[in-house]
């Protein structure tokens, strides 16, 4: 049954290997290295291992290979920024705390200055235009 599942898992693999023009040509470039290495080595027999050209060969494979291996790996995930949420909900929480406070202040002000005005307001409605607070004797005579 396990062997049923490795070609499935292998799929997206050998699909991004086929559609990945970079995957391809790391592949290409570790291949063709290779290939001069052991040709070199297999040249020199014994110097082979003091040979300069054949490490420098050998390096750009594995570094090739290094390259295509990373390119085939899925991308990492965005790491998730938890405090950055926490922040937000936060500042939106301080913001509508200053606001409502704000506003009930001013709600509270501006009731007694307009309780204020309206008990002027019902003074001045209750006497007549023209009469002062005098005497009413002596606006009759007047």
Same mark, same amino acid.
């Given at each position: 049954?396990?062997?049923?599942?490795?070609?499935?898992? +292998?799929?997206?693999?050998?699909?991004?290997?086929?559609?990945?023009?970079?995957?391809?040509?790391?592949?290409?470039?570790?291949?063709?290295?290779?290939?001069?290495?052991?040709?070199? +080595?297999? %040249?020199?027999? +014994?110097? $082979?291992?003091?040979? %300069?050209?054949?490490?420098?060969?050998?390096?750009? $494979?594995?570094?090739?290979?290094?390259?295509?291996?990373? +390119?085939?790996?899925?991308?990492?995930?965005?790491?998730?920024?938890?405090?950055?949420?926490?922040?937000?909900?936060?500042?939106?929480?301080?913001?509508?705390?200053?606001?409502?406070? %704000?506003?009930? %202040?001013?709600?509270?002000?501006?009731?007694?200055?307009?309780?204020?005005?309206?008990?002027?307001?019902?003074?001045?409605?209750?006497?007549?235009?023209?009469?002062?607070?005098?005497?009413?004797?002596?606006?009759?005579? $007047?």
């Amino acid at each position: 049954m396990a062997n049923k599942r490795q070609p499935k898992a +292998a799929v997206p693999y050998l699909r991004r290997m086929l559609e990945d023009e970079y995957l391809q040509e790391q592949l290409r470039d570790a291949a063709s290295a290779l290939y001069a290495t052991y040709a070199r +080595a297999r %040249k020199q027999r +014994a110097g $082979a291992a003091e040979d %300069k050209r054949l490490y420098r060969s050998l390096r750009q $494979a594995a570094t090739a290979v290094r390259n295509a291996a990373a +390119a085939l790996r899925p991308p990492r995930p965005e790491p998730k920024r938890p405090f950055r949420k926490l922040a937000v909900v936060g500042l939106a929480g301080g913001a509508t705390v200053w606001l409502t406070m %704000k506003l009930q %202040k001013n709600q509270s002000q501006g009731t007694s200055d307009l309780g204020a005005q309206d008990s002027d307001a019902a003074e001045t409605s209750a006497t007549p235009r023209g009469v002062t607070d005098q005497d009413p004797a002596a606006a009759h005579t $007047a």
